[in-house]
């Protein structure tokens, strides 16, 4: 099967971020299946919850239905907004909010308000079992928007250990999750290409490549 620029959509969070550079694996995987040295179609919404993705995936369905989706699935616990702002225990920690796609970088007062009340949020708020169920149920309404869109090639990553355990009806779900197998998080690791090192992001690149285009449905093993 042959791909264009427009067939191949990366989306997800921080491990699918980085995509201009010839070393970021989501360039590799477009660049080597399309012939095309654009950046990767799709955006990587570093630190936000699932409902950024959810929303892009939703607009660029209606520029062009995809041959390869690529879903980076994010952990369930981060606060959804509409500034498409990283909201999540890491953030607020470090008091630097950032939002993204057409939106700028907040100002400081506006940073700070946040702050304040996703700190108490998280103190005083949080139900993880609330929002394991809640990004559950946005994967089964993937799974039923994926049925129609009939998408030829479909690969789920869970990027961290605390996502829910759910196999995606008609696609390929990865079992390994991506933070167990970054080379970036773990000691003494140099670099940082979407949470791998230079070596560990073209690894994940050709790996993705052999997934496509050996493309099976069901649970499949990642096995860098």
């Given amino acids: 099967m042959k791909f264009e620029h427009k067939d191949i959509l990366i989306l997800g969070d921080?491990?699918?971020?980085?995509?201009?550079?010839?070393?970021?694996?989501?360039?590799?995987?477009?660049?080597?299946?399309?012939?095309?040295?654009?950046?990767?179609?799709?955006?990587?919404?570093g630190g936000t919850s699932w409902w950024s993705v959810r929303k892009r995936l939703l607009k660029e369905l209606k520029l062009h239905v995809p041959k390869v989706l690529i879903l980076c699935h994010t952990e369930p616990n981060r606060i959804p907004n509409d500034y498409d702002a990283g909201i999540n225990w890491t953030t607020i920690k470090f008091k630097k909010i950032y939002s993204f796609g057409d939106r700028k970088k907040m100002d400081e007062d506006k940073q700070h308000r946040i702050v304040r009340a996703a700190t108490q949020y998280y103190e005083e708020l949080l139900s993880s079992e609330y929002c394991k169920w809640a990004m559950v149920s946005w994967f089964k309404e993937l799974d039923e928007l994926l049925s129609i869109q009939k998408i030829p090639h479909v690969i789920h990553f869970m990027s961290f250990p605390n996502c829910?355990?759910?196999?995606?009806?008609?696609?390929?779900?990865?079992?390994?999750?991506?933070?167990?197998?970054?080379?970036?998080?773990?000691?003494?690791?140099?670099?940082?290409?979407?949470?791998?090192?230079?070596?560990?992001?073209?690894?994940?690149?050709?790996?993705?490549?052999?997934?496509?285009?050996?493309?099976?449905?069901?649970?499949?093993?990642?096995?860098?």
Wanted: hydrophobic fraction near 35%.
């Fill in 164 to 224: 829910p355990n759910y196999i995606f009806q008609n696609s390929m779900t990865i079992e390994e999750n991506l933070f167990d197998v970054a080379t970036f998080f773990h000691p003494n690791a140099e670099g940082d290409f979407n949470h791998f090192t230079e070596e560990g992001s073209k690894k994940l690149g050709n790996r993705v490549i052999e997934l496509v285009l050996n493309y099976k449905t069901g649970l499949q093993k990642l096995a860098l």
């Fill in 14 to 45: 921080s491990f699918c971020e980085l995509r201009s550079l010839p070393v970021d694996w989501p360039f590799i995987v477009s660049q080597k299946l399309s012939n095309s040295n654009e950046e990767t179609r799709g955006y990587g919404f």
